[in-house]
């Protein structure tokens, strides 16, 4: 597996209003469907129920989590996953996710909701523009990658009218030169238009532009964005009859891997600043790191999902401690260091992201 493929990046806002409800909560982390047969989707609730029975789960919350996962509508023809909280009967949060589960099936009932597998695919996912442009207008789509489909937003159409530049000799030719190339102008500016609004609404990671040559071009250079670094023009015309999205697919992955492998990298330069003195390593030292609110970054080993670490999360700053809860005069209840860990640093509104790391260590705080 890579460091891109290992990484994960909280974004604490999606996480916010479930790590300030401490409750009784069932927690499911299982698989989407699949293009499976309909015995199939069955026998996988009939088993994920038993889970829920052996796990503590009450009836209702039993009951909300299958008549949500009954209701799924669709079936893919690729591999999904599907995470759920519930509490008292109702499912407080419900979120599919393109793609295989990042890690073992989760079954849990306890007083926190369990976090980190919703955070593997969260921190996964980018924001995109698609922007398949061509002389006579575009087609504008969004796409959350790693959670839905690309989705059409926008078709631009613009004028048709002498838009191909003639091979005609003289005074005629020049004249229509000078006119396609307007008429080009003009449709890549209503383009543009379209997609700057977007861009203000949306705030995508990456934008992508396909299509003519020329009519990206013409395009690229009226959008409105800050770091044109987030501009990755595809050197295919999507538009084409016949054509494949292979290209602009290879692409949005492409960059979508190197976006979390800089983030990472970001992480390791910066806790090794100033000779490591910004930086924390370990269990404890992350801990206090976290429980003085001083963590920008926290990098976890995804093998900690699978240690028997326990620490405490409590109910009250500093929302976690190593032992005793008692010491800081908080209830607390024992739960994964990893998921201790999560929610601490989700407390945190310091903290701007929660990665999950290369295996080599516990974890680090910057």
């Known amino acids: 597996m890579t460091e891109a493929e290992m990484m994960t990046m909280l974004r604490i806002d999606d996480l916010e209003f479930l790590l300030h409800r401490p409750d009784t909560w069932t927690t499911v982390y299982t698989d989407g469907r699949a293009g499976e047969p309909p015995g199939t989707v069955q026998r996988r609730l009939d088993a994920l129920q038993r889970g829920l029975d052996d796990a503590g789960a009450p009836e209702p919350d039993r009951n909300a989590i299958a008549s949500a996962l009954g209701a799924e509508s669709g079936s893919p023809a690729f591999p999904s996953s599907r995470w759920l909280a519930a ?3 109702r499912v407080e949060a419900d979120a599919s996710f393109a793609g295989a589960r990042l890690g073992s099936e989760r079954v849990t009932h ?4 369990e976090v980190v597998p919703l955070l593997r695919h969260l921190s996964a996912e980018q924001r995109i523009l698609v922007i398949e442009t061509e002389r006579a207008g575009a087609r504008l789509s969004t796409e959350q990658v790693g959670r839905a489909d690309r989705r059409t937003a926008e078709v631009v159409d613009g004028l048709e009218d002498q838009i191909t530049k003639v091979q005609a000799g003289g ?9 396609a190339e307007e008429v080009w102008r003009r449709n890549q500016s209503e383009v543009a238009s379209a997609a700057n609004h977007l861009i203000d609404e949306v705030r995508p990671d990456h934008i992508f532009v396909t299509g003519d040559v020329r009519a990206r071009r013409l395009l690229i250079e009226d959008l409105r964005v800050p770091d044109s670094g987030r501009i990755v023009e595809v050197d295919a015309d999507t538009l084409a009859a016949g054509s494949a999205d292979d290209a602009l697919d290879r692409a949005i992955e492409q960059t979508a891997t190197r976006a979390q492998q800089e983030l990472l990298e970001d992480a390791r330069n910066r806790s090794a600043e100033g000779g490591g003195r910004d930086g924390a390593a370990g269990v404890a030292a992350v801990v206090e790191a976290l429980q003085q609110a001083r963590a ?4 976890l080993d995804p093998r900690m999902s699978e240690a028997p670490t326990e620490l405490f999360a409590l109910t009250e700053e500093p929302w976690i401690a190593l032992s005793h809860a008692e010491d800081f005069d908080v209830d607390g209840t024992r739960v994964a260091a990893i998921e201790a860990i999560a929610r601490a640093a989700g407390h945190d509104r310091r903290a701007g992201a929660l990665r999950r790391g290369v295996p080599g260590g516990c974890g680090g705080a910057i």
Not at 171 to 179: F, G, I, L, P, V
């Open 110 to 113: 306890g007083a926190f909701p």
């Open 171 to 179: 005074w005629s030719h020049a004249n229509y030169q000078r006119h």
């Open 296 to 299: 920008d970054v926290v990098v």
């Open 87 to 89: 509490r008292d009967g």
